[in-house]
């Protein structure tokens, strides 16, 4: 047992007076809820506030882990759906597309169909269908909102992937009517034009392409399928010096039938596949410049400044 000197016992007494002293009076029980509510109102600032830190800091996986407590500690907050949209943008940025759209579609199952928050999740929904390719959903979702000018554009880079420069023009037109910003104006003038250069590209000719196959390797060269062409030019002569030589076994002659008869039919034919792979190329270099990703600063939930 611990004994206390007789002589600090009055120093004790009064420290205890002033403890007792400085501790807040409460008067009723209201007042102590009113405090507590306070107090945990002041924490789930902080924490929202620590959401969205770690978000803007690029901690996408925390920003997840943070956000999710949030909804466990308050679970009815009237905010949850925007912190599940901040769940949402921080899958998107770690490019997992099929939970960044899972989240996106539970906000929307969360708010009212014609709130921004709900848009805001369509679009970026639209968005990520582009970006795997899915470009019958980013059709269906045009079809359901044709008067919406963001679905309308991600409906034209839609069309302009599928290599349909006239549908994907058409839809750029009609953006031109709807946006009404300087910046916008100008890249879809420039993507208007990238529809009308896509028809204008130069390519490949199958008959030019026939004729130069008569030469062993000519065609292949057109198409600058240059290992090819020095293939066939080679095998062929080598055979036909075996010919030349009077060497007419049935090796030798259906050898060469094979290599020039085959050079000549595959460089026609592969003709149109070297086409589209030029107008490929071309769509997907005009996509990295000015791509959908553009159109994507339409206002979005914000989690510090809705409360």
């Known amino acids: 047992m611990i004994r206390i000197p007789v002589i600090l016992l009055p120093f004790l007494l009064v420290s205890l007076l002033q403890l007792a002293k400085g501790q807040k009076e409460y008067h009723s029980v209201e007042e102590i809820e009113r405090e507590w509510k306070e107090y945990t109102s002041f924490q789930r600032d902080e924490l929202l506030s620590f959401c969205d830190f770690l978000f803007q800091e690029e901690y996408y996986e925390r920003t997840i882990l943070a956000c999710f407590r949030y909804t466990f500690l308050y679970p009815e907050d009237e905010i949850v759906p925007l912190v599940y949209y901040k769940i949402a943008r921080s899958y998107e940025e770690m490019e997992n597309i099929g939970l960044a759209e899972e989240y996106f579609q539970q906000v929307q199952s969360m708010v009212l169909p014609n709130s921004s928050e709900y848009r805001a999740a369509g679009y970026r929904l639209t968005f990520l269908s582009l970006q795997k390719g899915d470009y019958l959903a980013v059709h269906q979702a045009m079809l359901a909102d044709s008067l919406d000018p963001y679905f309308i554009v991600f409906d034209g880079y839609a069309y302009f992937m599928e290599l349909k420069w006239a549908k994907a023009k058409e839809d750029f037109q009609l953006c031109q009517q709807r946006f009404k910003t300087l910046k ?26 026939g004729m130069l196959s008569v030469i062993p390797g000519g065609g292949r060269a057109y198409l600058s399928d240059w290992i090819p062409a020095t293939g066939t030019f080679v095998a062929s002569l080598g055979l036909g010096l075996r010919l ?22 595959g460089s026609i034919s592969d003709v149109d596949f070297a086409n589209k792979q030029t107008i490929v190329r071309y769509a997907k270099w005009l996509d990295r410049r000015f791509g959908p990703e553009n159109f994507l600063d339409f206002p979005e939930p914000d989690i510090l400044t809705f409360h």
């Open 244 to 265: 030349m030589d009077g060497n007419w076994r049935f090796f030798t002659v259906a050898g060469f039938i094979a290599v020039y008869g085959g050079s000549i039919w």
């Open 184 to 209: 916008y104006d100008r890249l879809l003038k420039r993507l208007i034009r990238g529809c009308e250069e896509a028809t204008d590209l130069p390519v490949k000719n199958r008959q030019f392409a």
